[in-house]
């Protein structure tokens, strides 16, 4: 397989101080501006970025399995990700201060799980930099 595994970061900015930009990088939080964005928790779940907390995705035709990995509340936070005879990795959010905003960093590490998904992947590594982007730009509409 070529080109199976991408490590991808870029960076975005958000109008809003880390401790209210946070929420927007938790699963319920990208509800407010991820189109079809329906996080399904299997157990019950208070505060949905505590390490340990379990959910899935549906796009695609696939299903994705999240996991926090760990998380800073305003600072960061880390998801361990799985979507079968796909890929894995992890995707890691960090949050810095920056006057009256906040710069994002968001880092993907994935690994296809086959040949096809390796092509896929490496045409979602070659879009990163645009599909942050649109990330940008849904948050500043869903929060103007």
Excluded at 23 to 51: C, K, N, S, Y
Excluded at 90 to 109: C, F, I, K, Q, R
Aim: glycine fraction near 4%; charge should be negative.
């Amino acid at each position: 397989m070529s080109a199976a595994r991408h490590r991808l970061t870029g960076r975005l900015t958000v109008a809003l101080p880390p401790d209210e930009a946070f929420r927007l990088f938790t699963a319920r939080g990208e509800q407010a501006w991820v189109p079809r964005w329906e996080p399904h928790f299997p157990a019950a779940v208070t505060d949905d970025a505590e390490p340990g907390t379990v959910f899935q995705t549906h796009a695609h035709d696939e299903t994705t399995t999240w996991i926090v990995v760990d998380s800073t509340p305003g600072r960061h936070i880390r998801y361990a990700r799985v979507t079968p005879n796909t890929s894995a990795g992890t995707v890691t959010v960090t949050l810095t201060e920056s006057g009256d905003h906040t710069e994002v960093a968001v880092t993907y590490e994935l690994t296809a799980l086959t040949e096809t998904a390796a092509d896929d992947l490496s045409r979602f590594a070659d879009d990163y930099p645009t599909f942050l982007t649109t990330w940008q730009t849904a948050i500043a509409e869903a929060s103007s």
